[in-house]
């Protein structure tokens, strides 16, 4: 019997390590040929085919691949793809940079890449990933607490998913009108919202927006004190957020139940959950949300009497908002040497031009120069050349009439001697 639970076990290991064996090797392999597209872009700029098909596998495998390689490798397309043919490049690069900016804090950064996206989607006529820009943009407003332009573009996005029959679209666009709306209060209205976008996600089985629209309407039954269905609709997020396998979804999930517990007054609970939320944050090095956990896990410590952690935790708060602080100073540094840059660039090319434009004017005076002393000296050659060639017809007449005296003289000697 020991033997046999044995071998069940044994084969069960040797599943699970050639499953793992193939995995690696897969995701070895997918490296591989994105570094490979990569280098080949690299070396001719104007290949789209690559471009092209480095865009389908990033966009086919962006679940798969670590956040901070997705962002490098969409910064590396937006740079290169600049021709027509490669639009869907550049749009996807812009929407998924532009989500990483909104999970990172860096709203101003994000709107720059999501306006960019919606001049190609809305040249293109692609109605469903415009909606996608609208319904991001509305998110990006929303971390920059700008409710007017949050319920603008959550409203294009509704509108749009109605006009062209795009269910999940239309869910989208009203759990962002649903945001709006929690974010003047009006936590009732809202999750009238919430509740439509839940039940057309579920419809349509999109995991991600059906768990972030529970932990909304969670969250507004938090607000309205209401503990108990708030708990309720947070528990049913939890799997379906798990589920997803989106960082972003879990983190809120865990961070909304920490906030429930601790209205609640259930410390611990709410420490533990925060450090649930604080695990999913820090795999996406989203720095932003990193020092608002900490800040969370402090508070919950402090009331729950653990004085060491609360200080530890609010340390770490404040070195992580520091580097938030001094990753956009850094950013705005960099685009002001970069403005430097390209103004000493625009002034060295206009300093050159110039010099130039110089240059070919004392070209063009030289050649006027040397093409009439040229044609000066054709002239002269000429005029020397008649002036010889006449002197000599002249000498050569002169000749002939001499010629011709000497002989009408002896004839006429011979005349005058005959006579006589």
Not at 232 to 238: G, M, S
Not at 254 to 281: N, P
Request: with cysteine; proline share 1%.
């Amino acid at each position: 019997m020991c033997f046999c639970f044995f071998n069940r076990f044994a084969k069960r290991a040797l599943v699970l390590f050639v499953v793992v064996l193939c995995v690696n090797g897969f995701a070895q392999k997918r490296d591989s040929s994105f570094y490979s597209l990569k280098t080949k872009i690299q070396a001719d700029s104007d290949d789209t085919a690559s471009i092209n098909r480095l865009y389908e596998m990033l966009s086919r495998h962006r679940n798969d691949i670590p956040q901070d390689t997705l962002t490098s490798y969409c910064r590396f397309i937006f740079k290169m793809a600049k021709t027509p043919s490669t639009k869907l490049a550049k749009g996807f690069a812009c929407i998924s940079l532009g989500g990483n900016g909104n999970a990172t804090g860096d709203y101003t950064q994000a709107l720059t890449y999501l306006f960019e996206a919606e001049k190609i989607y809305s040249k293109l006529n692609l109605y469903n990933k415009l909606a996608i820009t609208y319904n991001t943009m509305g998110n990006t407003y929303l971390g920059l607490g700008d409710i007017e332009n949050q319920k603008k573009y959550f409203f294009k996005c509704y509108d749009i998913g109605v006009k062209h029959h795009l269910p999940e679209r239309k869910g989208i666009g009203a759990a962002g009108i649903a945001n709006s709306l929690h974010s003047e209060k009006k936590h009732k209205e809202s999750n009238e919202w919430n509740f439509i976008a839940e039940k057309l996600f579920k419809e349509q089985k999109y995991k991600i927006g059906q768990a972030i629209v529970l932990q909304n309407i969670a969250e507004n039954y938090r607000e309205m004190n209401m503990l108990d269905q708030a708990m309720e609709y947070i528990k049913k997020a939890e799997p379906i957020s798990l589920e997803s396998k989106y960082n972003y979804a879990i983190f809120g999930c865990y961070t909304g139940q920490g906030l429930i517990f601790e209205r609640q007054k259930h410390y611990q609970k709410a420490i533990d959950s925060y450090q649930k939320a604080l695990h999913y944050v820090l795999i996406d090095k989203a720095n932003h949300n990193i020092a608002e956990t900490y800040k969370l896990l402090s508070g919950a410590c402090l009331k729950d009497g653990q004085l060491e952690a609360s200080i530890k935790y609010l340390n770490l708060h404040i070195q992580y908002k520091d580097s938030v602080f001094n990753d956009n100073s850094r950013k705005a540094l960099l685009e002001i040497e970069k403005k430097h840059e390209t103004e000493k660039k625009d002034n060295e090319i206009k300093l050159l031009n110039q010099e130039n434009d110089l240059a070919k004017s004392e070209l063009s005076k030289k050649k006027i120069i040397i093409y009439s002393s040229v044609i000066a000296l054709i002239l002269l050659l000429t005029l020397v050349l008649f002036a010889f060639r006449s002197n000599i017809s002249k000498n050569r007449a002169n000749k002939l009439l001499g010629q011709q005296k000497i002989i009408i003289e002896e004839k006429q000697k011979e005349i005058l001697d005959s006579i006589h």
